[in-house]
């Protein structure tokens, strides 16, 4: 038997071993986890562990050390404050992905509006649903092409108690009924296929390909969003659409000639340039 502390300074040194970065960090979640406590209070236990979280332990470190997700072993993720679950079939909520939101609360500082909302390829929904939890009143629609994922968004929807204000829907974006919507929200896949590949055997490998290949340059999910947004969003509409480091200029190239003007690019809190605020012309 071991204590809290012992077992977590052996977990981070097996993670550390197996080039973890994070590794002190993800000891403690997953110890958290086990013991079904917040993971700030987990370095200050002093108890023992039971064989059996003990055993639980260890054996969420071990995956861990062939570098699946926290949040596949955990099978949840904060994100806006808010926590979703997810698992192996949709992409990880990630805080870089909160400026998406962010970005949408300034440009629509009226939290009682009674906005539409669409999310494309919503995976967990943790983008629509952070969205409709600031709007009390906005109704939203998130598909996605993956059943999978789709199955996590709808436990979210349920998790959050926002049957009533959401629907999510396996579709394909091209399928989308010709309605238009106030917020447009999408963080489509967006990173190169070759870079992909040389992730291969770190975490990002366990997430679904299609939430990440965005083929060879990494843009076609945006020459495809390119001829849909002017049809989706209303004359007042904005859509805020995540990027990768460096894509900015190439998407503005891509989206002009479609007749969408981009009003801003916004920051992470990295100070990477991470969401495109996108609006029609005229
Ligand atoms: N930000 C993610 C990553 O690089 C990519 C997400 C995406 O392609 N939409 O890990």
């Not at 236990?45 to 995956?63: H, I, W």
């Not at 109704?139 to 926002?162: F, K, M, Q, T």
């Not at 919507?181 to 299609?210: C, I, K, M």
Request: proline share 7%; with cysteine; net charge negative.
């Amino acid at each position: 038997m071991s204590s809290v502390a012992e077992a977590l300074k052996r977990g981070a040194a097996r993670l550390s071993a197996a080039g973890i970065e994070s590794a002190r960090l993800d000891a403690r979640v997953l110890m958290a986890h086990v013991l079904g406590m917040p993971s700030n209070e987990v370095a200050l236990s002093r108890r023992q562990l039971t064989p059996e979280q003990q055993g639980a332990f260890e054996a969420l470190v071990e995956r861990r050390a062939g570098h699946e997700p926290v949040a596949y072993l955990t099978g949840e993720k904060e994100f806006y404050g808010l926590t979703f679950d997810v698992g192996p079939g949709a992409l990880v909520p990630r805080p870089e992905s909160e400026t998406l939101i962010d970005e949408a609360c300034r440009e629509f500082p009226d939290r009682d509006a009674a906005l539409t909302v669409l999310d494309l390829g919503t995976g967990t929904g943790c983008l629509l649903l952070s969205f409709l939890m600031a709007y009390p009143k906005a109704r939203g629609l998130g598909i996605d092409s993956s059943a999978e994922a789709l199955d996590w968004a709808a436990r979210n929807v349920r998790c959050h108690g926002l049957e009533a204000h959401s629907e999510v829907a396996r579709c394909d974006w091209q399928e989308l009924p010709p309605r238009q919507y106030d917020v447009v929200l999408a963080n489509p896949p967006y990173v190169a296929t070759s870079d992909l590949e040389a992730a291969q055997g770190q975490s990002l490998a366990f997430e679904p390909r299609a939430a990440l290949d965005g083929g060879p340059d990494g843009l076609d999910a945006y020459r495809g969003l390119a001829p849909l947004l002017p049809r989706l969003l209303s004359p007042a509409g904005r859509a805020f659409l995540e990027i990768g480091r460096g894509q900015g200029p190439s998407i503005v190239k891509i989206f002009e000639p479609e007749g969408l003007s981009m009003l801003r690019i916004a920051d992470d809190l990295a100070g990477i340039p991470r969401c495109l605020v996108v609006r029609r012309q005229g």
